[in-house]
């Protein structure tokens, strides 16, 4: 897929399964604080396991750590795709 | 005595393990300076009696979260001359930045790496003697779930507190003056990743994953959720139900065998005082306890296993549009039990506004205790065939006064609380510590839930009893003149002065209304079946109940909320809305139906 090998694209843009590495976060310094806490840091590998029904919440994996999050907030973060 | 502060992530079992050191002695306490209640107790470590308190969850000890103020605050205010830092031993990685956030505050300080189990079993290998040289802090590999690690764990505790001194005022101001340095910790992080700590290249597929493929499934994943959530309450009434019968019985034993002949020779005020007032106010909240035990015992349950959490992934898209999120609704279901855990279980948000418009939509599901009323007038006023469609209708009308409520306050609570909430992985939860934590919430629901429902029982004995000379619960008493006074406003949703009176005990609480009828009517089962089924019509009734669904949360529901809201306004609210709300429907059902049907 080298049309996805940019390195701007919203998390909420993979297909599920597929993975990336987090390339910028965009999010206000507490929420920030949060995410980076959580693995959310630029270089960190990224997959998205799957997306909640009508609009629902993703479901990513960083390492070791499980995440979900709603659409709004994985919009601020930018990766590339592997 | 020296005090141990425990810190650490979210979802690392670090409540876990407090629950594992201290026993079942710990007390919930205030702290100045700091707005949330924290658990602490008392523990023997290395011949000496220590404090240990147990600090909220955090990401980061330079973040700006509640929680994370808050243990910032109680750093500053607070002498502490161990900090123990619990970090999920899997995760370590993503968790050693805030060991080492803790490390540069400059107090002595260890580190804990629990969940040695999931740990080995994913791959993860920690080589503790060179991560402690590095660190310069003891580390002690652990499980506190299954007490793998425990002993090393105090004595390792215990050592670094004998070793750790005071701080003085020069370290005290070092630890204020910290500043986060991101960079650097980052690049420590990694230098003792590479030399302590091996890491699989890829997890191995995990039973967890294939669960979550079921359960998390865009289709099945409701359906099953439902399910599953079904059979927990079928288990909850199967259990609790016996119990609550048991207690009863023994309660009444105890009355008759014991009590009734000890207050024989008061005089009858005090004697009706004592035994109706403040021993039926103790039975009753004492009747709300199995049930109480059972559901903290299965939220318990189902939080430690991981499906909550999963719960809200599921719903979450759906309560978005009502202004609430994926935890809102996990809440409401457990309020269909009991509305005052699921109250409670609102703190595991963080936004106010979220928390408050929860707490506003919690009380209008349909509790057990609502349950007992409607079996009770349903089954005296329905045909048999009819009566299940009825007792499902109230359900449908339940969540439908939910969604008006949300979406009518949705934009007086608004909140643009991010939501981004971890997802641990499937765990099987050991009975040890679902009991343990069951037992905490069960203890502090009882200390502040006791008083209030029995002042308030003996409130409201008083008002049926007063004046003296007037015929208990007749309408010459207080409570009888006040049920007059409000005629002028249940007339109209066909509620007459004698149920309004009813109406005011189930403000104790709604399982007390059936006890009420008896009272006010004069006559017991049968009979009082019958004499419902004469002096109302189905409309009358379905009215009643529909105002008793909505009109006001229990007496221990409103005091929970007031706790956790800690505010009297806010709990005023919660009165006056469905109030509002009940007499609304109660008017459009009732005047609408005697125009059908006329």
Redesign the interface.
């Known amino acids: 897929m080298a049309s996805m090998k940019s390195q701007n694209h919203l998390l909420s843009e993979l297909i599920p399964g597929q993975e990336a590495l987090i390339s910028a976060v965009h999010a206000d310094e507490a929420l920030h604080h949060r995410l980076a806490a959580l693995g959310f840091r630029v270089g960190n590998r990224i997959q998205l396991m799957r997306r909640g029904r009508w609009a629902g919440p993703l479901h990513v994996r960083l390492g070791a750590t499980d995440v979900i999050l709603r659409q709004t907030e994985a919009d601020l973060i930018r990766v590339s795709p592997q | 005595m020296k005090r141990i502060a425990l810190l650490g ?1 979210p979802n690392t079992g670090k409540s876990t393990l407090f629950n594992r050191l201290t026993g079942s002695s710990a007390r919930v306490a205030n702290w100045a300076g700091v707005t949330v209640d924290l658990a602490s107790a008392k523990i023997l470590l290395g011949g000496h009696m220590a404090e240990m308190v147990d600090l909220p969850g955090i ?2 000890l ?4 509640d929680d994370e103020k808050v243990v910032r605050h109680l750093l500053e205010g607070h002498p502490i001359d161990l900090l123990a830092v619990v970090v999920n031993a ?2 370590i ?2 968790q050693l ?2 060991v080492l956030q803790v490390r540069s505050l400059g107090l002595p300080a260890a580190l804990l790496l629990n969940m040695a189990d999931e740990a080995k079993r ?1 791959g ?1 290998e920690v080589d503790c003697a060179r991560l402690a040289a590095r660190l310069g802090m003891p580390v002690v590999l652990l499980s506190a779930k299954y007490g793998v690690g425990q002993p090393e764990a105090m004595r390792v505790l215990a050592q670094a507190l004998t070793a750790a001194s005071d701080i003085g005022p020069a370290r005290r101001a070092q630890m204020q003056a910290v500043l986060s340095d ?1 960079v650097r910790i ?1 690049q420590e992080t990694a230098a003792m990743m590479a030399e302590a700590v091996t890491m699989p290249m890829q ?1 191995p597929e995990q039973v967890s994953d294939r669960i ?1 493929r079921l359960a ?1 499934h ?2 099945l994943g409701l359906p099953l959720f439902f399910l599953a959530m079904l059979l927990l309450f079928q288990a909850v009434f199967w259990l609790g139900g016996p119990l609550q019968q048991g207690l009863t019985w023994l309660f009444d034993q105890l009355r008759q065998l014991a009590l009734e002949p000890a207050a024989a020779q008061l005089p009858d005020f005090f004697h009706g005082l004592l035994l109706d007032g403040v021993y039926s106010g103790f039975v009753t909240v004492a009747a709300f306890v199995p049930l109480i035990i059972l559901f903290f015992f299965f939220i318990a349950l189902v939080e430690d296993s991981g499906y909550l ?1 999963r719960a ?3 719903t ?3 309560m ?1 549009k009502l202004g609430l999120d ?1 935890r809102s609704f996990v809440m409401v279901l457990m309020g269909f039990g009991c509305n005052v855990p699921a109250v409670m279980g609102t703190r595991m948000m963080r936004a106010r506004p979220l928390r408050l418009l929860s707490m506003l939509v919690i009380p209008l599901s349909l509790c057990s205790a609502r349950l007992q009323v409607f079996l009770f007038i349903v089954s005296a006023i329905f045909a048999p065939a009819q009566a299940p469609w009825v007792i499902f209708g109230f359900y449908l009308v339940s969540f439908l006064t939910m969604i008006v409520t949300a979406l009518l306050f949705r934009g007086r609570f608004k909140s643009s609380e ?8 499937w765990r099987v939860p050991t009975l040890r510590q679902v009991t343990m934590r069951g037992w905490l919430e069960v203890r502090h629901f009882l200390s502040r839930a006791t008083r209030f429902i029995v002042l308030g029982v003996i409130a409201i004995w008083l008002l049926t009893n007063l004046p003296l000379g007037a015929t208990p619960g007749s309408m010459d008493t207080y409570a009888g003149q006040l049920g007059a006074l409000f005629a002028p406003l249940l007339a109209p949703i066909g509620i007459d002065e004698k149920l309004a009176v009813a109406l005011m005990f189930g403000f104790v609480a709604k399982e007390v209304m059936i006890g009420a009828f008896a009272v006010i009517y004069g006559m017991s089962g049968d009979a009082l079946s019958q004499e419902f089924a004469r002096s109302m019509d189905w409309v009358q009734a379905v009215s009643f109940m529909l105002f008793t669904l909505i009109y006001t949360p229990c007496i221990s529901t409103i005091a929970t909320i007031k706790t956790e809201s800690k505010s009297a306004a806010f709990a005023t609210l919660a009165v006056v809305w469905p109030m509002a709300l009940a007499w609304l429907a109660s008017f459009v059902f009732y005047q609408g139906m005697r125009q059908l049907l006329a």
């Open positions: 992530m990401y980061d330079h973040g700006f979260s899997t995760q990685e993503r930045p805030l994913n993860v991101d980052e997890l979550d998390l865009p289709w959490a809200a992934f599921l979450d898209a759906l978005a994926g991010p939501f981004v909430v971890e997802l641990p992985p």
